[in-house]
């Protein structure tokens, strides 16, 4: 698979990033074309795809996006599920809806707050 993303235009010539996020868009594509049930494997690979990309400058993970036509705002809802799900190791975060995960990240803001969030939600 390769990817027909332009690469040069976003300053990205490092054949094993490049190879990178090759791989991780083949496996994006397929898993949007599963249920929705997949929310997890996607949701990890956005994030990892945001974190290889956030170091070859501000603007491109948009553009990637963009190009992969997710819409940014389904993009950063799945990357935040992501990011609480990194944070309570439980598999119960992607059961949650959007703006439950999004009010959830909001109000940690330490670890004690993460304690009482994640007793709150039987986690």
Known sequence: YKSNFDFKEANIDDEETISLINEKEK???????????????????????????????????????????????????????????????????????YRTINEISKEIKNNDDLKAMKKKLGM
């Open 27 to 97: 496996r994006l594509k397929e898993n949007l074309l599963k249920n929705f049930n997949s929310r997890k494997e996607i949701a990890k690979m956005l994030y990892e795809i945001q974190e290889t990309m956030a170091k070859h400058g501000s603007g491109i993970f948009l553009k990637y996006l963009d190009y992969i036509q997710i819409k940014k705002t389904m993009a950063y809802n799945l990357i935040n599920n992501w990011k609480l799900f990194i944070s309570t190791n439980a598999n119960k975060v992607f059961e949650l809806p």
